[in-house]
């Protein structure tokens, strides 16, 4: 199971909001997929890591069910 709560905790440490992901080519759909862990793309996760100049451990990790 995907879970993007690195994200979240990456972009409130930052001081980053959804507005800028969304300047950024995240669209509102993206990031409703995200609140609800569904898959993304690699195109997506990498905009993302450009946003939030991290890496994709600081977006995403996996997690046993």
Known sequence: MLDYSPMWQTMET??????????????????????????ITLLTLEKICNALSCTPNEVVRFTEE
Do not use: E, P, V
């Open 14 to 39: 930052k001081g980053i909001s959804q507005y800028r992901l969304l300047q950024a080519g995240i669209d509102n759909k993206t990031l409703d997929c995200l609140k609800k862990g569904k898959n």
